[in-house]
């Protein structure tokens, strides 16, 4: 959607190919990657960018060490024959300037052959361009917003693909936002809807869309409003909602302010479900809610990864890795981010003889198109626009203290 920056052993190209000496990285839990099995080895380095502190630390942390997993896993299995994974991770605090100073910083360190991250499409919006200057990838396991790879005229129907490195394991508020239109107005026999947005990129196309599919269906739109970031006081627009006769909320945003405002809502006595995309699936809304918000929904990308067959695998190791933090809501979307770019770089090794190429970044990006694995979340693969063709959603719902799935599915049009 945040980890302090890794000690990162400085690299060279020689004979074509990034030659080090094989040496394990520390988490802050003092483990040890075990190396690729000795000797003189090709160190890759996967850039990590996330928010490690602040108010979206819990999602961002799953994101470093679900990536940190992966290479741990890909040196332990000697994934790719002569090569070494290692990790950077950088703290973007869900700042857009932040994330670019992050991603020119990882452009410079000529070990980097891909990064995971970033979490906020607002974020990945000042990184893209870096990047693809650079031809490193970018492989998000949280962004949603659809300009990202169709372009700013993506809802005209002319969709095109902004930059060639920038690829993703969520699926899009596209398809996100009309499934959760589809459960308010089908399953939730919801009719009226009061729309809010914080007025940042994922959350204000999120909520379009959602108002679009909504009023497609036969709903009414009886409202919209927005609220600003980091700000507490949502009475006004809880009162508006009261005052609109909605019989739900729908919420583009994060969780910190989702939770205030559900809160807020209800008690100014508007005792209607508010819902929200991704951004609000975390056990932080529930916590910020003084008031019961039982019965409020939440979308997330893909289908509970307790729940998926492909995942026991990634559970079992993320619990024995002994991480300080939850894999959380992105932990195998960002498993499955790092494993593409494993796979790239094993394909890139495979046809040059063994060894990484002089334009490795390049060829690592031609290579993430073609990539095709089951992974953690299901099948992994990119379609023309660098967005995955897994379009799995859940809807959760509030439950007691904890969110509870209530519908998972295939988006179909």
Not at 37 to 64: E, F, M, N, R, Y
Not at 164 to 169: D, G, I, N
Not at 289 to 295: F, K, P, Q, V
Request: glycine fraction near 12%; aromatic fraction near 8%.
């Amino acid at each position: 959607m945040r980890h302090r920056p890794l000690l990162l052993l400085t690299s060279t190209l020689a004979a074509g190919a990034l030659t080090l000496s094989a040496c394990g990285s520390r988490d802050e839990g003092g483990k040890s990657d075990n190396d690729n099995g000795g000797g003189t080895q090709t160190t890759v380095v996967i850039g990590v960018d996330a928010p490690l502190t602040g108010s979206l630390s819990a999602l961002g942390q799953g994101i470093k060490n679900s990536v940190d997993l992966a290479a741990r896993t890909a040196n332990k299995n000697k994934e790719v024959k002569g090569v070494t994974f290692r990790t950077e991770t950088l703290d973007d605090q869900a700042v857009p300037a932040s994330g670019q100073q992050n991603a020119t910083k990882l452009v410079a360190d000529k070990a980097v052959l891909g990064v995971v991250g970033p979490l906020n499409s607002g974020v990945s919006q000042s990184m893209q361009g870096v990047f693809a200057r650079a031809d490193l990838t970018q492989v998000s396991p949280a962004n949603t917003s659809p300009e990202l790879s169709q372009g700013d005229s993506w809802l005209k129907g002319d969709k095109k693909r902004p930059f060639k490195t920038y690829f993703r394991t969520a699926t899009t508020d596209i398809i996100q936002g009309r499934f959760a239109a589809q459960y308010a107005f089908n399953d939730a026999k919801k009719k009226k809807a009061f729309i809010v947005d914080d007025k940042q990129t994922y959350g204000v196309g999120l909520a379009s869309i959602f108002g679009q599919e909504f009023k497609r269906l036969g709903g009414e739109v009886v409202g919209t409003d927005h609220i600003t970031v980091k700000e507490t006081d949502f009475s006004s627009v809880a009162n508006k909602v009261r005052n609109s006769g909605a019989d739900i909320v729908y919420y583009g945003g994060q969780y910190p302010e989702g939770g205030l405002l559900s809160d807020q809502v209800k008690k100014a006595g508007a005792r209607i479900p508010l819902m929200g995309g991704d951004g609000i699936y975390d056990p932080a809304f529930i916590k910020a809610s003084s008031e019961s918000n039982d019965g409020d929904l939440g979308t997330s990308v893909g289908y509970p990864v307790e729940e998926l067959d492909s995942a026991k695998t990634f559970v079992q190791n993320y619990k024995a890795a002994d991480y300080k933090d939850p894999y959380a809501a992105y932990g195998g979307y960002s498993y499955d981010a790092a494993w593409a770019i494993i796979q790239a770089v094993k394909s890139v090794v495979t046809a040059n003889n063994g060894k990484l190429p002089a334009d490795a970044r390049a060829k690592v990006t031609e290579a993430m198109g073609k990539v095709s694995f089951e992974g953690v979340t299901g099948k992994v693969s990119f379609d023309e626009f660098g967005d995955t063709t897994n379009k799995q959603l859940t809807v959760y719902q509030v439950k007691g203290d904890a969110w509870k799935s209530v519908k998972s599915a295939t988006f179909k049009d």
